[in-house]
């Protein structure tokens, strides 16, 4: 079969990863540039990958005026709580070349950057660019979404809901834009009763069954187990959708008293054609759950320092609380901390959260509520934008040290925030 980007997007839809991986890359390599573009989605979206990796590609195709790579860079920019003025500044520089009045492409991305940051368009431009979208669309038209993020921007929720449902069934950002609304107006349980009354939509691909299942996690005020969950992923499964295996076996380890070591182990024997390294990610926390009783340690810790010689980021923190546990025999807290820190240092939220835990109890290392303290804090610049509120919550310190902590803080919450706007740079504007 012949490689070009249509024929890559008719295997990923079929299901295979693998040669559609192949087929992108080798033209994103030659050059081709809405290549380029759809290989960095397909690396935003593996199992701890780097970010700075995925906007390597989205910068190259942004040099040759592909325009698609600035909202693409935007929304993974938006997996982190990072700062709202921030993105607003970037979606605002990838807006800059774009001539909406002229070029119905140009309009539609537009619209594709203001429906992440609607703080980065007037309303004037608002209305302008609907107006003229929904007089020129013919085809895959979104207007209902796009109006409906401007609705929710200015605070008219009634009829952001009202767009917002027209849209449920052929636009999954219309799922999540109404769980944003929800969520931020205090009524996630709307959001779940319109989600049961998809449940029986046969027509929804396998990627919107994916958006919905992770969508509906998040949407969990508290944590605690939703067959509707696995349920959503089984469908994205059904159609296809690879990265629902992924998901399928983060849920199960999240709950091991719902799920057995066979049927773990049954889903990692099914991700591992598709994608190797993320089924030796997901083996490797298999081994290290305890409820299983089926510990293998040894197996556990090759597969993850082989992922990390690979550059796998997200495989530092269970390699870290390897380490802490003891399960190789006695911890070794100086490699614990050690991945830790890299965790924390690649973008990763819990190796600041792990380490505050260390210096809070003094487990390993010398107590230093100070330290804690500004881990903690760091943590938060770079947790995913759907972790639950206590992860944002502050550690307690004596008023005698707040100062001192206080600065510590400042000092390493700007080099995480340096880290994360540093990775998100795709419209070179100077």
């Not at 033209?27 to 390597?56: F, R």
């Not at 082989?306 to 997200?314: A, G, I, N, P, R």
Request: proline residues 4%; hydrophobic residues 40%.
């Amino acid at each position: 079969m012949p490689a070009d980007t249509s024929t890559a997007r008719y295997l990923l839809a079929q299901g295979n990863t693998a040669e559609a991986r192949q087929q992108l890359r080798e033209l994103a390599e030659a050059g081709d540039a809405a290549a380029q573009v759809e290989y960095g989605k397909l690396i935003a979206g593996d199992q701890g990958s780097d970010p700075a990796d995925a906007m390597k590609w989205y910068q190259r195709a942004w040099r040759q005026q592909e325009y698609r790579a600035g909202p693409a860079s935007l929304r993974l920019f938006k997996r982190y709580q990072g700062s709202l003025a921030f993105g607003e500044t970037r979606a605002r520089e990838v807006l800059a070349p774009l001539r909406p009045r002229e070029s119905p492409q140009d309009l539609q991305l537009a619209l594709d950057v203001v429906v992440l940051y609607p703080g980065a368009a007037t309303d004037k431009e608002w209305q302008e660019w609907l107006r003229l979208y929904r007089r020129s669309c013919v085809i895959d038209c979104y207007f209902e979404t796009y109006a409906g993020r401007y609705a929710q921007h200015r605070g008219e929720f009634e009829q952001a809901e009202m767009l917002y449902s027209l849209a449920l069934h052929r636009d999954p950002r219309a799922v999540e834009y109404l769980q944003d609304m929800h969520w931020n107006n205090g009524e996630p349980e709307r959001f779940v009763a319109l989600m049961q009354n998809l449940e029986g939509d046969v027509s929804l691909d396998g990627a919107y069954c994916l958006r919905v299942a992770t969508l509906i996690k998040a949407n969990a005020i508290k944590a605690e187990h939703d067959p509707s969950v696995m349920r959503w992923l089984q469908r994205a499964v059904d159609k296809g959708e690879s990265l629902a295996l992924s998901e399928q076996l983060r849920y199960m380890l999240a709950w091991p008293d719902f799920y057995s070591h066979e049927a773990f182990t049954d889903t990692v024997a099914e991700l591992l054609p598709k994608d190797p390294a993320a089924a030796m990610f997901y083996r490797a926390q298999g081994d290290l759950q305890s409820l299983w009783y089926a510990l293998r340690p040894e197996r556990a810790r090759a597969d993850l320092e082989d992922l990390v010689k690979q550059d796998m980021t997200q495989a530092l923190m269970p390699l870290g609380t390897l380490y802490e546990s003891g399960f190789l025999g006695e911890a070794d807290m100086d490699k614990a901390v050690e991945y830790y820190t890299r965790a924390a240092e690649a973008g990763i939220a819990q190796g600041d959260e792990a380490l505050a835990d260390l210096y809070l109890r003094g487990r390993g290392v010398m107590r230093d509520p100070i330290r804690a303290y500004a881990h903690k804090e760091a943590s938060k610049v770079l947790l995913p934008r759907t972790a639950r509120e206590e992860a944002r919550e502050r550690l307690a310190l004596p008023e005698s040290l707040q100062p001192a902590g206080e600065q510590a803080a400042r000092e390493l919450v700007e080099q995480r925030r340096r880290w994360l706007e540093g990775q998100f740079h795709v419209a070179i504007t100077h």
